[in-house]
């Protein structure tokens, strides 16, 4: 199992840029990707994108491609989220997430950080 954490969260004006960062610990050897979803009120949780471990390919979300940046540190265990242009609709909480198959479904992913609120004002 994968201990994951996210920080980076906050509040941001609309048109602003944020960096969000989720480090892994624990049985990171069979990750194959990572991976940030995002949850708002009522709503299941929604790809943003991810990273491949290994590799370093990353993919997007149509919702966030374009503005934002998904990177990754091997030797941090470190996955980054650089969301830029940002806009109120961004407004909810980020979840990354570690899998063992390239997948974009949050249901096949087991292993889940806390969670990080990210709240865009108009």
């Known amino acids: 199992q994968v201990q994951l954490v996210e920080f980076g969260g906050g509040l941001v004006q609309a048109g602003g840029s944020l960096r969000l960062s989720c480090t892994a610990s624990?049985?990171?050897?069979?990750?194959?990707?990572m991976t940030w979803f995002r949850r708002t009120p009522g709503k299941d949780r929604d790809l943003v994108g991810g990273i491949t471990w290994v590799a370093g390919r990353p993919f997007y979300a149509d919702s966030v491609k374009g503005r934002s940046t998904i990177s990754r540190d091997i030797g941090k265990n470190t996955m980054y989220l650089q969301l830029n242009s940002l806009k109120p609709e961004d407004t909810a909480i980020y979840y990354c997430?570690?899998?063992?198959?390239?997948?974009?479904?949050?249901?096949?992913?087991?292993?889940w950080g806390q969670g990080t609120q990210v709240t865009v004002s108009s």
């Open positions: 624990g049985g990171t050897a069979g990750v194959y990707v």
């Open positions: 997430a570690a899998g063992r198959g390239h997948s974009v479904r949050a249901t096949d992913y087991d292993d």
